[in-house]
Nanobody
Framework: QVQLVESGGGLVQAGGSLRLSCAAS????????MAWFRQAPGKEREFVAD????????DYKDSVKGRFTISRDNARNTVYLQMNTLKPDDTAVYYC????????????WGQGTQVTVSS
């Protein structure tokens, strides 16, 4: 059974930082592209960042480039999202997702962790 468990969310003031973690189990972690998505109240879920199995390629939503960094530790089956210079618009539930390297869609999702940025 595949499980993705996020942690690290919370309440932070604008300009602050948070580091999200996602621990994966039940899959061959190094075979999966990992991603972070987010969903704000009343809005659709949106892509934030992803990272390939080897960490050779990363991709980011334009509005987080230069502020967020995605990374992974295949030995720990964990993917991270370092979020700096947070803005109130970053407030959302953040979800971890896994996509088999040859697949086009994300088949596994975590339960989400709340990030709230106060102004």
């Amino acid at each position: 059974q595949v499980q993705l468990v996020e942690s690290g969310g919370g309440l932070v003031q604008a300009g602050g930082s948070l580091r999200l973690s996602c621990a994966a189990s039940g899959l061959t972690f190094s075979s999966y592209t990992m991603a972070w998505f987010r969903q704000a109240p009343g809005k659709e879920r949106e892509f934030v960042a992803d990272i390939t199995w080897s960490s050779r390629r990363t991709d980011y939503k334009d509005s987080v480039k230069g502020r967020f960094t995605i990374s992974r530790d295949n030995a720990r089956n964990t993917v991270y999202l370092q979020m700096n210079t947070l803005k109130p618009d970053d407030t959302a539930v953040y979800y971890c997702a896994a996509r088999y390297s040859s697949s086009l869609s994300y088949g596994y999702w975590g339960q989400g962790t709340q990030v709230t940025v106060s102004s």
